[in-house]
């Protein structure tokens, strides 16, 4: 099966690299300043001690190859819209789609652009972008994926994901899944950007009450929109997001005060207009996008 990884930033520097060990056909789309850069010096991936760098496969927007049998999607939701212009001429009859982002939004963007082709599916990992290498922070190494139709997921991709250093699983309610993970992250993003902090130093600013009840409307949300967050996944969340001396912060407010574009209308923009559909009452969401565009249009007046 060729694959392409599109984009080698955190999450697809580290899966591409997975699979490219596992002797998977794997080329990675990126733009071509960073070409340059891999062409000469390899893809460097460090993760759990393991220091590396491999030659890998490129491609630039523009050249000219064969369809790919699927496109992973690894991109932030800011650089979506030019990446599925991009893939255009690697799209073939059957390529497959296998977006990775948080959130819900691309999944009807990439649909509308290329019907029924769409996989579901999302990733958990701590990995980072630094410099030109790429940083698997933590053991976690999650990719879970599944059919969005009634066709089952094809054996093939499966075949074709399930790697060493990949936690791999199919979910037959994989929307389900991808709407449990997203109230996490958006419970993390709205907290850590309302309170301007980790999860630790709100607690101890006396903000555990404000954690809970923001994980408790975004969770209603989830219900209204008939995907029911399950209990454990209330529990894992519950447990990050309310542990003491924690140091976790979401990536949107990381992004946030380093000035640079966030994600905050893909992950929390998308879930409020949702909740006003659904007559889902979200105050504290819907304070943390005000904060989060006045301090957008603060830091970049164009936004
Ligand atoms: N990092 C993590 O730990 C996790 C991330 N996620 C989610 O995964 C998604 C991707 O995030 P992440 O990997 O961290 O993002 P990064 O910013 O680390 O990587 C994205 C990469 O995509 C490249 N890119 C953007 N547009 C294009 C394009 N048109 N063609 C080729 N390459 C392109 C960027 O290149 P350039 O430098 O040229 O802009 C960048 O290197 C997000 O939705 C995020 O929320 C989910 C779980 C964990
Ligand atoms: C929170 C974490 C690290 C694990 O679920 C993640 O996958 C994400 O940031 O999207």
């Avoid at 991808?178 to 907290?191: R, Y």
């Avoid at 000035?259 to 929390?268: K, S, V």
Wanted: proline content about 5%.
């Amino acid at each position: 099966m060729r694959i392409l990884m599109v984009g080698a930033g955190g999450t697809g520097g580290a899966f591409g690299t997975y699979l490219h060990e596992a002797g998977r056909e794997v080329t990675f789309l990126v733009r071509s300043e960073r070409a340059e850069r891999l062409r000469r010096d390899g893809l460097r991936f460090v993760s759990s001690g393991l220091d590396r760098t491999h030659p890998v496969n490129l491609l630039v927007r523009g050249e000219e190859t064969a369809p790919f049998d699927l496109v992973v999607l690894a991109v932030k939701a800011t650089a979506l819209d030019s990446a599925l212009d991009d893939i255009a001429p690697y799209v073939g009859p059957d390529t497959l789609i296998l977006p990775i982002l948080n959130g819900m939004a691309h999944l009807d963007l990439v649909e509308q652009r290329y019907p029924g082709r769409t996989l579901g599916g999302f990733v958990r990992i701590v990995a980072t972008l630094d410099g030109d290498t790429v940083h698997q922070l933590t053991p976690l190494c999650g990719l879970t994926v599944g059919s969005l139709t009634e066709e089952p997921l094809p054996a093939a991709v499966v075949e074709a994901l399930d790697v060493p250093g990949i936690d791999f699983a199919v979910r037959d309610d994989i929307r389900s899944a991808l709407w449990e993970k997203w109230m996490f992250i958006a419970a993390a993003g709205v907290t850590t950007c309302l309170f301007r902090g980790p999860i630790g130093d709100i607690i101890d600013a006396g903000g555990l009450p404000h954690i809970h009840a923001t994980v408790q409307e975004l969770e209603a949300v989830a219900a209204h929109a008939g995907y029911p967050v399950s209990e454990a996944a209330q529990q894992a969340s519950r447990a990050m997001l309310t542990e003491p001396g924690s140091e976790f912060t979401s990536s949107l407010y990381r992004d946030l005060v380093a000035g640079y574009r966030t994600e905050a209308e893909h992950l929390l923009g998308d879930l409020a207009r949702r909740a006003r559909e659904l007559g889902s009452d979200t105050p504290l969401l819907d304070l943390a996008l005000v904060q989060i565009r006045t301090v957008s249009r603060a830091v970049r007046p164009e936004a």
